[in-house]
C-alpha cells in the first residue's frame, strides 16, 4: 500500500476540467483520463458528506419486489447495441429497495458523456400512475457471450450501496463482492458506502476486455475505483482503489464480499427442509503470507460471530463454494451447485492486517449472513491518500497446490459416552491419492482451550481420502478455536482445518 497525505486546498489538487464539471452529479461531461475520478473523490472527501437523491413517486418508493422485476430494460437501447463489439450494458430503473440515483457516463476517445435517463427505455407498463420524467438510473449490468458466442449473457451487476456481482462460465449468480466495508459487525451499526456514479470505457470492436470507473461515497470516505473486466472459464475484475478517509478510519474492511450459509450436514438442527444444504458459500479460505493454505467451514450460529486470522503480506483468501453436486442441495430452481467463488488475489504488499470473517445467526436463505474482508493493521488518517490493487476471480475453485489435500467434510456431534463432541474431518485429493493404507500421515491437531483426546486417521473407501476423528472435552468453556492438519515427516500434506466450537 502507497499512502501520501493530501494537499489541505481543494484548489492545489490540479482537477482537470471534466472533474470540474462533475461535480455537479446533473450536469457532467468532458475530457475524462485517468485522473478524473481520483480527483472527485479526492475533493468529495475534503466536503462534508451529502446524501444521495433517493426521492421517488409513490408508485416507484412503494413497490414490491415482484412487481419491481416488471422493471424491464428494452434491450434494443442496450448501450454498444449494433456497434460490433463484444460486450453490451444495460440499465436497472428506481424502485423498490434500489431508490438511490446513479450517473451514468460513457467514454469515448477520452471523453465523458452522460447516458440520459428516459421512460422509453423500460417497460412500465403495470404502475399506475406511469412516473414521468428525469427518474434516473439504479445501477446497471454487462452482457457478453460468455457461454455460448451466439447468446449474450449477463456477467456482472452494479447495484445497490457498492455491491457488484460476476459469474464466470456456466455459473449463476451467487455472493456478491463490495467496493468497501466499514463497521461490519459493530454494535452501533454498519456503514454502507455507495457507487454514486460510473464510467463505463467502450470496448475496442472485438475486445474481450471492459474498463469500468466508479465513484464511492459515504458519511466517513470516499473512493475512487478502476475495475478491468475479463469474463471467460474465469472472470477476472483487476481492480484499482484510491481511498480518502474524511475521518480516521479504524473499522474498513478492504476488497470485502459477502454470502448466504443457511446450512449443511454438519449444521441443520433447527431446519426442517428436504434439501441437504442452503449456502452460497461453503467456507473461507486463505493463504498467508508464509504459503499456509487455510479453510475454514462456515456457520449459521445462535449469535454473531467475528474470526480474525492475522497476517502479513497475505496472498489471497475467498468465500469458496466447495461442494459441487447437485445431490449435496437438491434444489432445482437454486441450483447452488453452481453458485461462484470469489478469490481475491492482492497485488502488492498489503502489510499487517487479517482477513476477518463475519457470521450473522439467519433463518432465511434470502439474507446475506457471511461477509470475508481484508482490515489492516494501522487506521486510515483523515485527509490521506490509500492507493490498493488486487484482483477478483469469479471462479469455480481457486487455483490450489496440486500436491495439498483439502478439506473434504466436516462433522460435529456428541461423543458415544455422551460427555464430549465427536469431530470428523475428512481430508481428500492430493499426496493422499492412493497413499498406501499401511502410511498413514502423521496427525497435528490442537485447541487453544478444552482437551482434544482419542485422535485417529483411517483411510477412506476408494483411496482418494483419509478421515480424521478426535474428541473435544469442552468442559465449561463458551468457545475453542480448533486446527488440525496432516503432516508427512514434519512437512504439511493438507491444507490447515480452522473451526470455531461454540457452546
Not at 181 to 189: E, L, M, N, Q, R
Not at 272 to 286: Q, T
Amino acid at each position: 500500500m502507497r499512502r501520501r497525505e493530501l494537499l489541505p486546498l481543494l484548489a492545489t489538487l490540479g482537477l482537470a476540467p471534466a472533474a470540474a464539471v462533475a461535480a455537479n452529479d446533473r450536469t457532467p461531461g468532458g475530457a475524462f483520463d485517468a485522473a478524473t475520478v481520483r480527483n472527485l473523490a479526492r475533493g468529495l472527501a475534503l466536503k462534508p458528506y451529502q446524501p444521495p437523491d433517493s426521492k421517488l413517486p409513490d408508485v416507484l418508493a412503494n413497490l414490491k419486489y415482484s412487481d419491481y422485476q416488471t422493471l424491464r430494460f428494452d434491450k434494443s437501447k442496450a448501450l454498444w447495441r449494433g456497434d460490433g463489439g463484444r460486450f453490451t450494458a444495460e440499465f436497472f430503473h428506481r424502485g423498490f429497495l434500489f431508490k438511490d440515483r446513479v450517473e451514468m457516463f460513457e467514454v469515448v476517445n477520452g471523453e465523458a458523456r452522460p447516458i440520459r435517463y428516459s421512460t422509453d427505455m423500460f417497460d412500465l407498463s403495470k404502475l399506475q400512475p406511469k412516473p414521468e420524467g428525469d427518474i434516473g438510473f439504479a445501477g446497471f449490468r454487462v452482457h457478453y457471450p460468455l457461454n455460448r458466442p451466439d447468446v449474450d449473457d449477463e456477467v456482472c451487476a452494479f447495484l445497490g450501496a457498492s455491491y457488484f456481482r460476476a459469474v464466470a462460465r456456466g455459473q449463476g449468480y451467487g455472493l456478491s463482492a463490495r467496493g468497501l466495508a466499514i463497521k461490519t459487525g459493530d454494535p452501533t451499526g454498519e456503514e454502507f458506502p455507495l457507487f454514486k456514479s460510473f464510467w463505463l470505457e467502450r470496448p475496442a470492436k472485438g475486445s474481450d476486455v471492459m474498463v469500468i470507473h466508479a465513484l464511492l461515497d459515504s458519511q466517513s470516505a470516499a473512493a475512487a475505483f478502476r475495475f478491468t473486466l475479463r469474463p471467460g472459464a474465469e472472470t477476472d475484475m483487476d481492480t484499482e482503489m484510491a481511498l480518502y478517509p474524511r475521518v480516521d478510519l479504524a473499522q474498513a474492511g478492504l476488497a470485502p464480499m459477502t454470502s448466504m450459509f443457511l446450512f449443511d450436514a454438519n449444521n441443520r438442527a433447527g431446519f426442517d427442509d428436504y434439501r441437504g444444504a442452503v449456502h452460497d458459500s461453503h467456507g473461507l479460505a486463505m493463504m498467508s503470507g508464509k504459503g499456509e493454505r487455510i479453510w475454514r467451514a462456515l456457520n449459521n450460529p445462535k449469535t454473531l460471530q467475528i474470526s480474525a486470522f492475522e497476517d502479513a503480506g497475505p496472498r489471497g483468501f475467498s468465500l469458496v463454494q466447495r461442494e459441487r453436486n447437485f445431490l449435496d442441495y437438491q434444489d432445482l430452481e437454486a441450483v447452488y451447485e453452481k453458485r461462484p467463488s470469489l478469490w481475491v488475489e492482492p497485488l502488492g504488499d498489503w502489510g499487517e492486517g487479517a482477513v476477518l470473517l463475519v457470521e450473522i445467526p439467519s433463518d432465511r436463505e434470502v439474507n446475506d449472513n457471511i461477509v470475508g474482508f481484508w482490515r489492516p493493521k494501522d487506521k486510515f488518517a483523515a485527509k490521506s491518500e490509500h492507493i490498493l490493487a488486487y484482483r477478483l476471480h469469479w471462479c469455480w475453485e481457486p487455483a490450489e497446490d496440486p500436491a495439498l489435500a483439502q478439506v473434504a467434510q466436516t462433522r460435529c456431534g456428541l461423543s458415544f459416552d455422551m460427555k464430549n463432541r465427536q469431530f470428523i474431518v475428512d481430508f481428500a485429493g492430493g499426496s493422499l491419492k492412493g497413499r498406501p493404507n499401511a502410511e498413514p500421515p502423521e496427525i497435528d491437531v490442537s485447541a487453544d482451550k478444552g482437551h482434544v483426546n482419542d485422535a485417529t486417521l483411517q483411510p477412506m473407501p476408494g483411496g482418494q481420502a483419509w478421515r480424521l476423528s478426535f474428541q473435544l472435552a469442552t468442559g465449561d468453556e463458551k468457545l475453542i478455536e480448533l486446527h488440525a492438519r496432516l503432516l508427512d515427516s514434519g512437512r504439511p500434506i493438507t491444507e490447515t482445518w480452522a473451526y470455531r466450537w461454540t457452546s
